[in-house]
């Protein structure tokens, strides 16, 4: 099998592994507090590093791995952290850095995707499907590599197109309207749930064949039945969806990655995202019963996740790699927190995007048991949490601003 060069590509048998420190747990509106296990677990960490510290825990044993990694398209992207704005009027979006997609050469680029897919291939199971997202940058490459990790062994399942629409500023070519998706397996015995992603027929095939026997060529299609998509699927982006929209930039849309966790894995499964974005594939995990792991290096990235996380009923922990040193801070004399026997309200003069209480806070692993956040549109805050306080220790509210800096009240 032909391979793909570049100059220092290098392989280490494992990286330098992250330690992991569990920071927090998260139970959605209350639900399973404070005994439930957790479903799922949100890294911050490099991704490398955190890959390497779940090898001994997790190799041959995720079903499904989305990777949604930067593109080459030497880009910095923005977050909008704006409520309420005109989404026609760009000059007048509030903004803050979202992620670095830039380079100094092709070859640092496919470095370090080559060492992040080496590791996903050894934590995929016998019978799960890596599918990895890129677009016309840097997807020819990737599949030279894929091919590499996977060996003669593995299984190249599908080149899916994802197409949608949009402006763009293209005047010497077509427009650039699609990304490619690239879907591996380790072998043949691979998890695919045709009939969970079956989609009606074309009003305009049901037609032809209730018009004619020979239109299929003697082959008569189970019309009720749906069929199983094609390898190009039509999904609007999310600029397009306002209920989906979390201004993250680059989040993709529910609907592309619910058809890929319906198909390639089962309920009690494992997902796991280790380019979490915006934390669409670990929302979509949580809603249909699998399990997940999702991480990301960026802050606003995993409390972005952990947002609309907390709208599911899926248990998770919030872990952290240690050499990031996230911690929370003490400085609240913006904040003042009042609380009556089945309710805490809070006050402060911080622009808050996300906040939590734990009832019965330990002093060590915040248990958070009520959350409330910004609403994605009008940016209202509900400022008062239902919840009894535990009588043997004092809570703990965290809560989060739209800059990303988090913030800890002992009350």
């Not at 995707?113 to 199971?125: D, I």
């Not at 069929?227 to 609907?255: C, I, M, N």
């Not at 991480?295 to 009923?313: G, K």
């Not at 692993?365 to 910004?374: D, E, L, N, T, V």
């Amino acid at each position: 099998m032909p391979l793909l060069n570049w100059k220092g590509k290098r392989l280490a048998p494992t990286p330098e592994p992250a330690t992991l420190i569990q920071d927090a747990f998260l139970y959605p509106n209350g639900f399973g507090y404070p005994e439930a296990h957790p479903d799922g677990r949100l890294i911050l960490g490099d991704n490398l590093a955190v890959m390497a510290a779940l090898l001994p825990e997790y190799e041959g044993r995720i079903n499904l791995i989305y990777a949604d990694p930067p593109f080459f398209t030497n880009r910095k992207f923005s977050a909008r952290i704006g409520r309420g704005e005109d989404s026609r009027d760009p000059s007048k979006w509030k903004l803050v850095e979202g992620y670095h997609d830039a380079w100094p050469d092709l070859d640092s680029y496919l470095q370090f995707l080559y060492e992040r897919l080496s590791l996903m291939v050894r934590l995929l199971a016998p019978n799960g499907t890596l599918y990895l997202h890129l677009d016309w940058h840097a997807d020819a490459y990737a599949r030279l590599i894929l091919d590499e990790l996977f060996g003669s062994d593995g299984v190249f399942i599908n080149e899916i197109i994802w197409t949608y629409h949009g402006p763009s500023p293209i005047k010497s070519a077509f427009n650039r309207k699609h990304d490619t998706i690239l879907a591996y397996a380790k072998g043949k015995d691979y998890t695919f749930n045709a009939d969970a992603v079956r989609e009606p027929y074309n009003p305009n095939t049901i037609a032809t064949f209730k018009s004619s026997r020979k239109a299929g060529f003697g082959k008569v299609p189970d019309l009720e039945r749906g069929k199983v998509p094609e390898d190009w699927w039509y999904f609007p982006v999310v600029a397009r969806l306002h209920s989906e929209r979390t201004g993250y930039p680059t989040q993709k849309p529910e609907a592309l990655l619910t058809r890929i966790v319906l198909a390639s894995s089962n309920k009690g499964d494992l997902v796991a995202d280790f380019f979490c974005g915006s934390g669409t594939t670990s929302l979509v995990a949580a809603k249909h019963g699998r399990k997940f792991i999702t991480s990301d290096i960026a802050i606003r990235a995993v409390h972005t996740a952990r947002s609309r996380l907390a709208e599911t009923q899926a248990v998770f922990s919030l872990e952290h790699d240690s050499i990031l040193n996230l911690v929370t801070s003490n400085e609240v004399k913006n904040i003042q927190a009042h609380i009556s026997a089945d309710s805490v309200r809070l006050e402060t003069t911080l622009d808050v995007d996300f906040w939590e209480v734990d009832p019965d806070w330990d002093g060590k692993i915040f248990k958070s048991a009520a959350q409330a956040q910004r609403h994605a549109r009008s940016g209202e805050l509900p400022l008062e949490l239902k919840i009894k306080i535990g009588r043997k220790r004092k809570a703990c509210i965290r809560l989060v601003t739209v800059q990303g800096k988090e913030f800890q009240l002992n009350i």
